[in-house]
């Protein structure tokens, strides 16, 4: 930790492997056909209108859900994992200053992100918090094959490259998530 762009790809699951063949192509595109591309390493991204009617749901779309129908929200595995948490506003950001980029990108990967961790124990607690909701304590089911410990970004790249810098941190944009999610579910 943490996660820099040139480290080998190892992936644990067939999304995985779709996005690290996306960057090879993105790649390959800009090196043999000299088309100018970039990969945008997105970690974590979430905010409000997410969804949390399927199987595949984002962690907090899927704890709102769960809090504001009055259910315990379920975590996989013991909930010490870890996420760089992103706020959509910042994978935005992140797009528009990659499109404005007058020099070449030549197929770089570049991720985006805050840069810290949040466990999903922390995360879930935090939830509960704001909803005022402390006593519905997360229920534990065993680990997801394939899925990842730990994940933070550096960012480093992508300031030096694109000149980013999250606008809007992990905190602020939580309270955002929450307030949308209470909104329309009152």
Not at 6 to 16: F, V
Not at 25 to 32: F, H, N, P, R
Not at 44 to 67: C, E, H, M, S
Request: with cysteine.
């Amino acid at each position: 930790m943490p996660k820099i762009e040139t480290m080998p790809t190892a992936a644990r699951s067939p999304y995985a492997a779709t996005k690290a063949a996306g960057e090879a192509l993105l790649g390959a595109y800009s090196a043999g056909m000299g088309i100018d591309t970039v990969s945008l390493r997105y970690f974590n991204i979430f905010g409000p209108r997410q969804r949390a009617d399927n199987a595949y749901a984002a962690v907090i779309a899927a704890f709102a859900k769960a809090l504001l129908a009055g259910k315990r929200p379920t975590i996989f595995g013991d909930g010490e994992q870890s996420r760089d948490f992103t706020y959509v506003d910042n994978a935005v950001h992140a797009n528009l200053l990659a499109a404005r980029k007058s020099e070449r990108l030549d197929g770089a990967v570049i991720n985006v992100a805050c840069g810290i961790r949040v466990t999903i124990n922390e995360l879930a607690s935090r939830m509960a918090k704001w909803l005022k909701r402390e006593d519905l304590k997360p229920s534990y089911l065993g680990e997801r094959a394939g899925d990842v410990k730990h994940s933070q970004a550096d960012i480093g790249l992508a300031r030096r490259v694109l000149g980013y810098e999250p606008i809007v941190d992990f905190a602020t944009g939580l309270d955002a998530t929450m307030e949308w999610y209470k909104l329309i579910n009152s």
